[in-house]
């Protein structure tokens, strides 16, 4: 099962991942970042792979065994 991996060094909480799946990604009032599921269903990996390559500072990655 693919696992979302966040680099939250680089992370800048753009939100653009949380804009293209919702589901998934999360923005507190702090603007952190938080992953709701670090294993999305297979449903929904095409949506957070857009998320993945859409971050404008590429913090996030798709570990896909």
Known sequence: ???V???YLVCEA???CVGLAP???DLDDDDNLHVLLEE???GMLDRVRHAV???PKAALSLEEE
Do not use: H, T, W, Y
């Open 1 to 3: 099962m693919p696992k």
């Open 5 to 7: 991996i966040v680099d």
């Open 14 to 16: 753009n939100g653009v």
């Open 23 to 25: 589901e998934v990604f």
């Open 40 to 42: 999305p269903p297979a």
């Open 53 to 55: 390559r859409s971050c």
